[in-house]
């Protein structure tokens, strides 16, 4: 059985998104340590915005409101069930592995007893949910996170997790789904729930922030730290990573002693495209 052709065209998208990002960072840089590229960011921040309040936040707006909440969760259900497999893959990659057999435990249960996913019957059983990707496998790995990027339509990123995106791509199962009208519709639909799932923190976040760009950025620097040492992981990451901020060591020597109760990273809500995976 020959299996269908991966989303070629989404993959080269995601990379080329990447090296543009990457090709312009010679001319961009401040004084910010986390953030050397700022006035490139700014700019693809702005770009992003502008096509999300033009077109992509009022379909999104319109979903929430015209589409049952039950069918919305069936939405949310069944990609994050297809989420899942890569998630245990990245799990055992780190070497969580009672976290990643639970995470495939959830896709057996789910895609069986919760009709192709759209139901979460494992969560109901006591099978938390993760989320991990390949970013946040390279950061337990110790590879540091590099500056920070806004990606155009991607949004926010870092060097470490832009080159773990086409990883991502590949290993997401969607990109394998025939007739590609099919795949495309899901794509859209997901993108679609997903920014529907974030509209009252967004909606809040412009009404709040004094600076959207830098509360994005921060929120979304800390939530992926807070991801990649796993404050409920009792192992060390493989390796340091050379530009590991203060905060990170502190969780680190949390971990030094793996018998000791595990401590929670602290995360700040980020709003961003991203899922919470916790």
């Known amino acids: 059985m ?8 989404l993959n080269w998208r995601v990379s080329a998104a990447a090296l543009v990002a990457i090709a312009t960072l010679s001319g961009c840089a401040t004084n910010n340590p986390r953030d050397p590229l700022e006035p490139f960011n700014r700019t693809v921040f702005k770009f992003n915005d502008a096509i999300d309040q033009a077109a992509l936040k009022p379909v999104a707006t319109a979903y929430k409101k015209v589409v049952p909440g039950f069918m919305q969760t069936g939405v949310n259900n069944f990609f994050g069930n297809l989420s899942d497999v890569w998630t245990g893959a990245n799990n055992l990659m780190q070497g969580k592995g009672e976290q990643g057999m639970s995470d495939w435990t959830r896709v057996a249960l789910n895609s069986t007893f919760g009709i192709g996913g759209l139901f979460d019957i494992a969560s109901e059983a006591g099978l938390k949910k993760h989320n991990e990707d390949f970013g946040q496998t390279l950061g337990y790995w110790g590879v540091p996170s590099g500056p920070y990027l806004m990606l155009p339509l991607l949004g926010p990123s870092t060097v470490r997790d832009t080159s773990g995106l086409p990883v991502d791509m590949a290993a997401n199962g969607w990109s394998y789904v025939d007739p590609a009208s099919t795949r495309n519709i899901g794509t859209a639909l997901r993108v679609i729930d997903g920014r529907a799932s974030i509209l009252d923190a967004s909606n809040l976040m412009e009404e709040a922030a004094l600076d959207r760009y830098e509360f994005i950025r921060d929120g979304f620097l800390q939530r992926r730290q ?8 009792s192992r060390k990451a493989l390796k340091a990573s050379r530009d590991e901020p203060a905060d990170a060591k502190s969780i680190r020597a949390a971990y030094a002693d793996d018998d000791a109760p595990a401590t929670d990273a602290p995360v700040a809500p980020a709003v961003s495209s991203e899922t919470p995976s916790k």
């Not at 807070?226 to 992981?233: A, H, K, M």
């Open 226 to 233: 807070g991801q990649v040492f796993d404050g409920e992981s």
């Open 2 to 9: 020959t299996l269908p052709k991966p989303n070629r065209a």
